[in-house]
């Protein structure tokens, strides 16, 4: 790998690092800071998440019916500013309504920069032959949620709220001066050869609207343990240390996830490893209403996030390799479905815990909406059967 395409891979992580481990993510860590200190309700948090998340629908709306293919360079940069100033927006703000609207800017500005960095980045990776790499660009996300974490609590001691999120403003800024040097588009990535070697693996482009609304239910259900899982370690008696920790084992896990899971599809195929992590997903997001514990809360955060980015890698990998030719769109499509149900997702757990008083019926129902997705992706397997890579000849061996 030489020295260009190598920092062209560390811009697009620094991409993801900015839009969603810090611009998405850090909300997670530094809501109950935020309850805290400002005395609102699992309703309201769940009101400024779903915030959040209608902007990130709006912006893969955009993203995907924009014709951006030509100017994929510009509109990530004006992304990526916008990202920065919003991040920097929530620390200086102290109305709800401010922040509803901060919220939901910043999450345009992340839609389109994953739609955008992740069309940019597969596509180069595809015209050298390293699709497989992928799991590395979405790294990105857990980095991002890891530095944020270890540098939240400081933060939060030193200049309360507020400064954790300047903080995260000035660190994304540094972030972004990089990929705007590194990371940019360059035109006809794609090759015939590498068009003709991926469908030969792959369900038909008609099996797309299995994977799209499985991908939205995970989205529904992903997002409950997402967005409070920090709140629920604050709120455990039995929890001892920094709940933030508990965000801190989610971006670890989270790190070396995208890559594991892409290796694993190599093997088992994109379908049955895409099930089999969500899945795992769903056994995660359930275990604290079986086993409330600190023990179990840290295992449930290595869980999640050991396999909401892998979907992420799986999905939008597999459906870029089907569709290759528009990748935006289609990756669009994929980032707005899933972006309907992380809207929905945090209101309705909010408004179950405000009236349960705990967490438990909004994790079950999480969970059961990841394992419904998880059946809809039962009819994809056929299709692997039919072509084992094993058996193909040599020349389609290569991905």
């Not at 540098?151 to 001066?177: D, Q, T």
């Not at 929890?239 to 594991?260: K, Q």
């Amino acid at each position: 790998m030489n020295k260009y395409p190598f920092l062209f891979l560390i811009g697009g992580i620094f991409s993801l690092m900015i839009a969603m481990g810090i611009g998405r993510f850090a909300y997670t860590p530094i809501l109950p800071l935020m309850q805290n200190a400002l005395s609102f309700s699992d309703v309201v948090a769940g009101y400024l998440a779903s915030s959040n998340y209608a902007g990130y629908f709006l912006g893969a709306i955009l993203a995907g019916v924009l014709p951006l293919k030509k100017h994929k360079t510009f509109y990530l940069r004006i992304s990526l500013m916008v990202s920065v100033l919003t991040t920097l927006g929530m620390g200086l703000s102290h109305s709800y309504l401010l922040m509803l609207v901060i919220r939901f800017i910043s999450g345009i500005s992340s839609a389109f920069i994953f739609v955008l960095a992740s069309s940019i980045v597969l596509d180069k990776l595809a015209a050298n032959g390293k699709t497989h790499w992928s799991g590395l660009f979405y790294a990105g996300v857990g980095f991002g949620i890891f530095l944020s974490s270890l540098i939240i609590p400081s933060l939060n001691h030193l200049f309360y709220w507020e400064g954790a999120w300047l903080g995260l403003a000035i660190v994304s800024a540094i972030l972004a001066i990089f990929v705007w040097m590194w990371l940019k588009d360059s035109q006809n990535n794609v090759t015939k050869k590498d068009t003709q070697e991926v469908l030969a693996y792959l369900p038909p482009v008609k099996w797309l609207p299995w994977l799209i609304t499985a991908y939205g239910l995970e989205g529904l259900g992903y997002i409950v343990t997402g967005t409070f899982i920090v709140s629920i370690a604050e709120k455990t008696s039995t929890f001892s240390t920094d709940p933030a920790l508990v965000w801190m084992v989610a971006g670890v896990a989270a790190i070396p996830s995208c890559i594991i899971w892409s290796s694993l599809a190599k093997k088992w195929g994109y379908v049955k490893s895409l099930m089999f992590a969500m899945a795992l997903q769903s056994l995660g997001i359930a275990m604290p209403v079986f086993w409330m514990s600190q023990t179990s809360l840290f295992i449930s955060a290595g869980l999640f996030g050991a396999t909401f980015m892998g979907i992420t890698t799986l999905a939008t990998t597999l459906a870029r390799q089907m569709s290759p030719s528009n990748s935006s769109r289609i990756i669009g499509y994929l980032t707005a479905i899933y972006a309907i149900g992380q809207m929905i997702g945090p209101t309705i757990a909010g408004v179950l815990s405000s009236f349960t008083h705990d967490y438990n019926a909004a994790l079950i129902g999480a969970a059961s909406v990841v394992i419904v997705g998880t059946c809809l992706l039962l009819n994809g397997i056929k299709f692997e059967k039919k072509l084992n890579p094993d058996h193909l000849p040599i020349k389609y061996k290569k991905l």
